[in-house]
């Protein structure tokens, strides 16, 4: 396993048009969450699945943003209309939760880092 | 509410040299896990440490120190002998039990360049 995989590394759009994202969790990790991160700020929590169930979505996320995990395995996050305000780097990470709750922690991807002009 | 406060936001240091980053964090609730992250110019977030709140004990790992102290909410990161290859910025985090660890607060980093 190669660790948290994400794609595209770079996008740079137009103002107003949609863009996706990929990410591609450790296969054996049911947990998946989407950060995003400003320049000079540390990843603000933006949503996570737990397998194909997206279970809480943060105020961040306007109506713009959706995020989707098909079968529980990669996900996508797709920004619709956007904004210079959403010009970051979009994290994704993953990690183990089991029966017993026990924390193993994350693992991020590289991230997509998002210019909108 | 739960916060992560880095009051130093950029540091530099002659290699060699030790570097201490602080970190202090509030929460309402006894049980949570602390950690420090490192973010290189490659931009990918690397794990280096995870303690839980009941683990009080100090760790070092080769260069590396933290220093938990819940009687100041503190959980400080210390580089000895700094190189330059530990330029980066250092983040620190906080999750709880009560959300289950399922959301990582992050501190504002603190960026370090550790000059030749």
């Known amino acids: 396993d190669t660790g948290v995989s994400q794609n595209p590394r770079h996008k740079i759009t137009k103002r107003g048009q949609n863009v996706t994202f990929r990410c591609d969790p450790i296969s054996e990790h049911n947990r998946l969450y989407w950060y995003r991160q400003t320049l000079g700020q540390g990843p603000e929590f933006l949503t996570y699945?737990?397998?194909?169930?997206?279970?809480?979505k943060s105020r961040l996320l306007s109506d713009r943003f959706s995020a989707e995990r098909p079968k529980g395995s990669f996900s996508t996050l797709e920004i619709q209309r956007t904004e210079q305000g959403d010009s970051a780097m979009y994290l994704c990470a993953s990690s183990l939760s089991d029966h017993n709750q026990i924390y193993y922690g994350y693992t991020f991807g590289s991230g997509t880092r998002l210019t909108v002009v | 509410a739960q916060k992560v406060t880095q009051a130093q936001t950029e540091i530099s240091v002659v290699e060699k040299e030790d570097v201490t980053l602080d970190c202090v964090y509030e929460t309402r609730d006894t049980t949570y896990y602390l950690f420090w992250y490192k973010q290189p110019p490659s931009g990918e977030l690397v794990f280096l440490i995870r303690?839980?709140?009941?683990?009080?004990q100090n760790e070092i790992s080769g260069r590396y120190s933290w220093n938990f102290q819940k009687s100041t909410s503190s959980f400080n990161f210390t580089i000895t002998a700094s190189q330059v290859v530990d330029s980066a910025v250092y983040f620190c985090a906080l999750s709880e039990a009560k959300t289950s660890y399922d959301k990582v607060i992050f501190g504002p980093g603190t960026s370090l360049s550790v000059i030749p």
């Open positions: 303690r839980n709140s009941f683990d009080e």
């Open positions: 699945f737990q397998n194909e169930a997206q279970l809480e």
